[in-house]
């Protein structure tokens, strides 16, 4: 895929330099070397071909490319100037960046993930191919495809989602879950992986518009200090953190509902938050993921630690339902 995008602009009559020091978990020194070689190759646009790491990794190299200072400057605001355009190749149904606005990078000296968000890193241009995700393999596919289904439901369950996001979620939420257990089958299938591309992409604007809740407040930290890859650590946190957010009443699961097949009529509200968090329990069943904290590494002694990060964390007070510490700990510790 490299070779035929270099080769593509090449035939366009531009000049090109690559750069592939990006983490898994993108980290300030990829960004920082991703600038030096930005600089010396002069560059004027910044082009992201792979997963949420890679774009997220290009929006804070443009950002930095042509604005002073370090990137922790640009955590709480600033004021940066004109940023290197981007067009934004995810190769990943994921983390929908090439929807967004903010980049997710770590910063290893104070162990948090710091959230960059400004207009200017809004991709100019997202091209969604699906024959760049045939090749994921099953279980890429499964925890990519788990974090844009926890981020077009936690569209729906923060306080500040306006009107106009939840159709972006609520379809998002229908094409993941139609599609999941096909791609999961049959990774070779280019309409289901067309329709995971298209859902990531529309739970990418959903949060774009409104944000994210609990899962990703206690998914950060299981990042920062154990290396969880984020899909992965959303996938293992979500059916716990949707039955905690049941507490808050049925109303945005009457909303998704229809959208994961469940028949509402003559349903209850307990029934129906029930038969909701058990349709996502049953499909995350079905991709094979490890379902406890202590089999992706993390350490039992640390879950107070982690769980301090994700209470002060401000998805989790924009969550419908904030968490308090001990509930966030008692979570983290039901799943070790």
């Known amino acids: 895929f490299l070779d035929t995008a270099l080769a593509s602009l090449k035939t366009g009559g531009l000049e090109t330099a690559w750069f592939s020091g990006v983490d898994p978990d993108p980290v300030i020194q990829n960004v920082e070397d991703g600038v030096e070689a930005a600089r010396l190759a002069h560059a004027d646009m910044v082009i992201a071909l792979g997963g949420g790491s890679a774009i997220d990794t290009a929006k804070a190299i443009s950002l930095m490319a042509s604005n002073p200072g370090r990137l922790p400057d640009y955590e709480f605001g600033g004021a940066p100037g004109a940023c290197l355009p981007i067009i934004a190749v995810p190769t990943t149904a ?41 090749s994921l393999p099953p279980t890429v596919t499964a925890a990519t495809g788990f974090d844009a289904l926890t981020h077009a439901i936690e569209a729906l369950l923060v306080t500040i989602a306006p009107p106009f996001s939840k159709p972006f979620a609520l379809e998002a939420i229908r094409l993941l879950c139609d599609n999941l257990p096909g791609v999961m089958a049959d990774g070779a299938d280019p309409e289901a992986r067309a329709n995971m591309l298209l859902g990531s992409y529309y739970a990418g604007c959903a949060i774009s518009i409104a944000a994210t809740g609990l899962v990703h407040a206690m998914a950060r930290p299981l990042g920062v200090y154990f290396h969880v890859p984020h899909g992965l650590a959303n996938a293992i946190l979500l059916t716990r953190v949707m039955r905690f957010n049941a507490g808050a009443g ?12 469940v028949d509402t009529a003559g349903l209850a509200g307990p029934q129906l938050l029930d038969a909701v968090t058990d349709k996502i329990a049953a499909l995350f069943a079905l991709t094979g993921l490890p379902q406890t904290l202590r089999e992706v590494g993390a350490e039992a002694s640390l879950l107070p630690r982690l769980a301090h990060d994700a209470a002060v964390n401000r998805s989790n007070q924009i969550n419908i339902r904030v968490a308090r510490e001990d509930e966030i700990l008692e979570m983290y510790t039901q799943l070790y």
């Open 94 to 134: 994921g983390t929908g960046s090439e929807a967004t606005k903010g980049a997710v990078i770590t910063d290893e000296e104070r162990m948090v993930k710091m959230g960059i968000n400004f207009p200017q890193l809004m991709p100019r241009l997202a091209l969604l191919d699906p024959a760049l995700t045939l």
């Open 250 to 261: 049925a109303g945005p699961f009457v909303e998704m509902a229809p959208q994961f097949g």
